[in-house]
C-alpha cells in the first residue's frame, strides 16, 4: 500500500491536533483504536502511539499502520513505565494546539475531532469531552451510551469523573503545560482535576462520538485499586483532610456505583 503523504513538516505550521494513544500488550484491540484515527475525517493532526514495552504483536501491527501514514509516529519504551509516563513521552512533542487521547481497546467514529473542534471554536470552550458507547470486548452494548453533562464544575468532578479520556479534548493555549501525574490508574482524573482550576468548567457534547470497551480485568476495573488512588488524590493533591477526604471517597464510591452498573 502506498504511504499516505506527511500533512505537516517541522518547517511549516504545526497541526491542529495531537492525538496520543499509549498501549501495553493491545495486539488484540489496537489496530481499531489506530486505524479509526487514521480515518478521521478530519486530517490535520499528528498521532502519537507510546508502546510501553508491548511482549505480544503490537509493536508489529504499530509499525505496519505508521509505515503506511507519515501522521503516525510510534514511539517505543525500553521498559514498562506506567500508562501516565507513556502518555507524557509524547506530551513533551506534542506541536498541536489541541490534544486528544485514545486508549488501544476503544475507538472513535470518523468525524469526532471535526465535531470536536466545532464544538469547542463555536462555544469557545479549553476543555471539552463528548459522549460514547459502552460495549463489551465483542462490541456487544453493555449499557445505553454514556451521554456526558452539558457541564462540569471542579465541585461536581470531586464527587464523580464524568469525563472520559476517551473523548476528552483540550485546548493547551488557553490551558497551558499539560503533563499526567505519574499515577498507576486514575491519573487522567488526577490532571482533570488540576485542569479544571484553569478552565473553570469542562463542557460536555451530548453527541456520540466514540466508543469505549468495558473490558474485564482492566485497569480501570479493578474498583478497590482504584479507589486506593482516589483517596492519594483526595489527601495529597486537593489537600484534603482525614474526614473530608473520607465524606468525598463516600460520595464518590455511590455515584461510580450508579454510573458504572446503571442501565
Not at 502519537?48 to 505508521?66: H, N, Q
Not at 464527587?159 to 493547551?172: G, M
Not at 485542569?195 to 473553570?200: D, E, N, Q, V, Y
Request: charge should be positive; proline fraction near 5%; hydrophobic fraction near 40%.
Amino acid at each position: 500500500m502506498q504511504k499516505l503523504p506527511t500533512k505537516k513538516t517541522e518547517s511549516n505550521p504545526a497541526p491542529v491536533f495531537t492525538v496520543i494513544t499509549a498501549v501495553f500488550n493491545a495486539e488484540a484491540f489496537v489496530r481499531q483504536a489506530a486505524e479509526s484515527v487514521l480515518a478521521q475525517r478530519f486530517t490535520d493532526f499528528e498521532f502519537f502511539v507510546t508502546d510501553d514495552a508491548s511482549t505480544d504483536k503490537t509493536p508489529g501491527i504499530l509499525a505496519e499502520l505508521a509505515a503506511r501514514d507519515d501522521r503516525m509516529r510510534v514511539l517505543r519504551n525500553s521498559e514498562n513505565r506506567g500508562v501516565a509516563a507513556a502518555r507524557n513521552r509524547a506530551l513533551e512533542l506534542a506541536r498541536g494546539r489541541y490534544l486528544a487521547f485514545l486508549d488501544g481497546d476503544d475507538f472513535w467514529y470518523p468525524d469526532f475531532l471535526g465535531e470536536m473542534l466545532s464544538f469547542m471554536e463555536t462555544g469557545g470552550f479549553s476543555f471539552a469531552c463528548a459522549s460514547h458507547e459502552r460495549v463489551d470486548e465483542n462490541l456487544n452494548p453493555l449499557r445505553k451510551p454514556f451521554i456526558v453533562p452539558e457541564a462540569i464544575t471542579r465541585k461536581e468532578l470531586l464527587q464523580t469523573c464524568s469525563i472520559p479520556l476517551l473523548t476528552t479534548v483540550l485546548d493547551r493555549k488557553a490551558l497551558g503545560p499539560v503533563r499526567f501525574p505519574l499515577l498507576p490508574v486514575n491519573n487522567d482524573y488526577a490532571l482533570w482535576l488540576q485542569l479544571i482550576r484553569r478552565a473553570g468548567t469542562v463542557h460536555g457534547n451530548p453527541k456520540v462520538l466514540a466508543v469505549y470497551r468495558m473490558r474485564k480485568g482492566s485497569v480501570s476495573s479493578n474498583k478497590l485499586r482504584s479507589m486506593r488512588y482516589i483517596w492519594h488524590i483526595y489527601r495529597q493533591q486537593e489537600s484534603a483532610g482525614f474526614f473530608r477526604a473520607a465524606a468525598m471517597m463516600l460520595v464518590y464510591t455511590f455515584n461510580g456505583f450508579k454510573k458504572y452498573y446503571g442501565p
